[in-house]
Nanobody, 122 residues
Framework: QVQLVESGGGLVQTGGSLRLSCAASGRTISNYAMGWFRQAPGQEREFVARINWNGRFTNYADSVKGRFTITRDNAKNTMYLQMDSLTPEDTSVYYC???????????????WGQGTQVTVSS
């Protein structure tokens, strides 16, 4: 089992930045692809970014490409999401996830964190 805990969310103004962290425990994440998803009230959970097991491959949703950066540090068992140039449309609960396959879809992940709220004010 892998336990995931997100942190780093909060309230920020338009144009600001936040860095989310996803700390894993219970098992090393070095064998897993990792991803970030987000879910706004009344909407489905949507893909944000993913990273392969060694960090050499990354993939982003078009809506965040060029503004968000996903990275991982397997030695620290932690994944990150640097979010820059934030807009109110980025307001959501952000979830990290781990899976052996990893994909653009929630079904590609086996383990999920509890989520962290990101609110961007206009």
């Amino acid at each position: 089992q892998v336990q995931l805990v997100e942190s780093g969310g909060g309230l920020v103004q338009t144009g600001g930045s936040l860095r989310l962290s996803c700390a894993a425990s219970g098992r090393t994440i070095s064998n897993y692809a990792m991803g970030w998803f987000r879910q706004a009230p009344g909407q489905e959970r949507e893909f944000v970014a993913r990273i392969n097991w060694n960090g050499r491959f990354t993939n982003y949703a078009d809506s965040v490409k060029g503004r968000f950066t996903i990275t991982r540090d397997n030695a620290k068992n932690t994944m990150y999401l640097q979010m820059d140039s934030l807009t109110p449309e980025d307001t959501s609960v952000y979830y990290c996830a781990a899976g052996l396959s990893g994909s653009l879809y929630t079904t590609g992940y086996d383990y999920w964190g509890q989520g962290t709220q990101v609110t961007v004010s206009s």
